[in-house]
């Protein structure tokens, strides 16, 4: 959604009364007809700027409070005091309701001299890891094998069958491979990648980066040990890949830990590009793709929810991340068919996300979230894991 400045913008673009002619040319009236016609349109694209420049000018004042009142429920809890219903914002996101765009007019874009990146695909980061890493994954035979890996992994490090196959389910839709991308859940040919997460629970290439830059020792010394009971060519395959792994964690570690960093990397540079294809590994992909949501448990641990965090409020803290995710988890049951899902995402996260406009409440988000969960996890892909289990 483009803010209310580039509105601005756009009016400033309008086109004159009148054509311009060349320099010394005779100047041609036009028909009557084409001068009403022109005016009119003219009129259109005027009122239709005029609307949007003003549900840009509430837009951006309702997600400035959102962003507000998110700092302040933090600071409270920071400080141990207690969070109430005063402490979200209790309206919906403004809907814009005027006119609709006038047929041809396409608003300015905000910086014309830059293109839209294209979003990499898993063909893009084996190339990368190859070239900047000489990392080539080590695939599974199937995606059964994978799943058998990862089902080892979670279960060593504590998640259960429930978190791990209902997380997988509604994530993938009961039937995804351990290489799906979002947005080519489809095998339509104009399907399209909609972001660059990857695998059971979608890992973003951002993840990927802050993973090993803060768990890459410990992926290590798990793959040592791995390494210890094999001999022959299997041994030195998985000596390169330990080679390769210490240069992307290396790499990771090259910035801050900061997930502005982490993102940049991932985004901009093709070191940041390669690090993702570790996700496709038979043995790091379940390490990586296990430890993103160990990671959340034990966020909520820390922040005081000493219950198992169910496979709902597990996936919310994927789904929005860690600090958005228990902000909900923590929210009281009486609250949350009162508070809107708006309160817990940023503006463009909120009107890409179609199950966060629809549900509308932090009580619907979850039976949202539950009930795909419930449908997706009969799917075969869903059962096979389960039995992985």
């Known amino acids: 959604m483009r803010s209310s400045a580039t509105w601005l913008l756009a009016a400033a673009l309008l086109a004159p009364d009148r054509p311009a002619v060349a320099q010394g040319s005779p100047e041609i009236a036009a028909p009557p007809i084409?001068?009403?016609?022109?005016?009119?349109?003219?009129?259109?694209?005027?009122?239709?700027?005029?609307?949007?420049?003003?549900?840009?000018?509430?837009?951006?004042?309702?997600?400035?409070?959102?962003?507000?009142?998110?700092?302040?429920?933090?600071?409270?809890?920071?400080?141990?005091?207690?969070?109430?219903?005063?402490?979200?914002?209790?309206?919906?996101?403004?809907?814009?309701?005027?006119?609709?765009?006038?047929?041809?007019?396409?608003?300015?874009?905000?910086?014309?001299?830059?293109?839209?990146?294209?979003?990499?695909?898993?063909?893009?980061?084996?190339?990368?890891?190859?070239?900047?890493?000489?990392?080539?994954?080590?695939?599974?035979?199937?995606?059964?094998e994978f799943k058998q890996a990862y089902a080892r992994v979670a279960a060593a490090a504590g998640l259960t069958r429930d978190q791990a196959v209902r997380i997988y389910a509604f994530e993938t839709g009961g039937n995804g491979t351990y290489d799906l991308q979002a947005g080519l859940t489809s095998r339509r040919k104009n399907a399209r990648p909609i972001s660059p997460a990857i695998g059971y629970n979608q890992l973003l290439s951002t993840n990927t980066i802050g993973l090993l830059a803060e768990h890459g020792d410990a992926f290590l010394a798990t793959l040592h040990k791995s390494a210890a009971k094999l001999d022959g060519r299997e041994h030195k395959i998985m000596d390169r890949k330990l080679a390769a792994l210490r240069r992307m964690i290396a790499f990771s570690r090259t910035v801050p830990y900061r997930w502005s960093d982490h993102d940049r990397l991932a985004k901009t540079t093709r070191g940041g590009m390669g690090i993702h294809a570790a996700v496709l590994d038979r043995d790091i992909g379940p390490l990586l793709q296990t430890q993103k949501l160990l990671n959340s448990v034990q966020f909520a641990s820390m922040k005081g929810h000493d219950k198992p965090l169910t496979a709902v409020e597990l996936e919310l803290m994927n789904f929005t991340g860690d600090g958005n995710g228990i902000d909900m988890v923590l929210m009281p049951h009486g609250l949350r068919a009162k508070v809107p899902t708006a309160n817990f995402f940023q503006r463009g996260g909120y009107e890409r996300n179609p199950i966060a406009g629809r549900t509308g409440t932090v009580a619907a988000l979850f039976a949202s979230i539950e009930s795909k969960m419930d449908r997706a996890s009969q799917a075969p892909g869903a059962r096979e894991l389960a039995e992985a289990f």
């Open 34 to 144: 084409v001068v009403a016609a022109a005016s009119s349109h003219r009129g259109r694209i005027a009122r239709y700027l005029r609307a949007r420049r003003a549900y840009e000018e509430r837009a951006d004042a309702y997600w400035q409070s959102i962003s507000e009142k998110r700092r302040a429920r933090f600071a409270k809890r920071r400080g141990g005091q207690p969070v109430g219903l005063d402490d979200y914002v209790l309206t919906q996101p403004p809907v814009y309701t005027g006119p609709p765009r006038p047929p041809g007019y396409r608003p300015p874009r905000r910086d014309p001299t830059k293109p839209r990146p294209r979003i990499p695909v898993v063909a893009d980061f084996l190339k990368a890891a190859a070239e900047q890493f000489r990392f080539v994954p080590q695939r599974p035979k199937d995606d059964t």
